[in-house]
């Protein structure tokens, strides 16, 4: 049998169920900080809002940091793979064009961790939100423009 890659060995056993909450987590190409750039890390944002919009999943909380973001999401249609593609494609397609860059601006795959009933909703979006203290980027969360929650 041959040698799965790791990018591959992370989609087996991958199943999305709706209304199940899922942490989302993608990095650039290489962990290239794109997003120090804030017009850049919005992009990002727009796409988790244009998910929202069109009904693929409900946003509980984010956060764009330089080289990565985490999105809490409640899924309500379609796959994780399906919302992660859409969302990185459609903002490899805008900051590229914005920026003059080409290519592929994400790492092929993604990592998800599905919510259990025992974990703290409001403990893994405390999580999220709070990365760019941890990473020491600011000293209070409201100085940083790319999170949200719907707490807030």
Request: glycine share 6%; aromatic share 10%.
């Amino acid at each position: 049998m041959p040698e799965l890659s790791a990018s591959h060995r992370l989609r087996i056993g991958r199943y999305a169920e709706q209304n199940r909450i899922y942490l989302l987590t993608a990095n650039t190409l290489g962990r290239e900080p794109v997003f120090k750039d804030y017009t850049l890390g919005r992009m990002v944002v727009h796409q988790f809002k244009q998910a929202q919009s069109e009904g693929f999943a409900d946003s509980l909380a984010w956060v764009v940091m330089p080289d990565h973001f985490h999105w809490l999401v409640q899924l309500q249609k379609g796959s994780l793979g399906q919302l992660m593609c859409q969302a990185k494609s459609l903002s490899t397609r805008s900051i590229n064009s914005a920026s003059g860059r080409t290519g592929s601006l994400w790492q092929q795959s993604f990592h998800d961790h599905a919510l259990r009933q025992e974990e703290s909703l409001v403990r893994v979006a405390r999580y999220v939100v709070a990365n760019p203290l941890r990473a020491g980027l600011v000293e209070k969360l409201g100085d940083y423009p790319l999170w949200d929650a719907i707490w807030v």
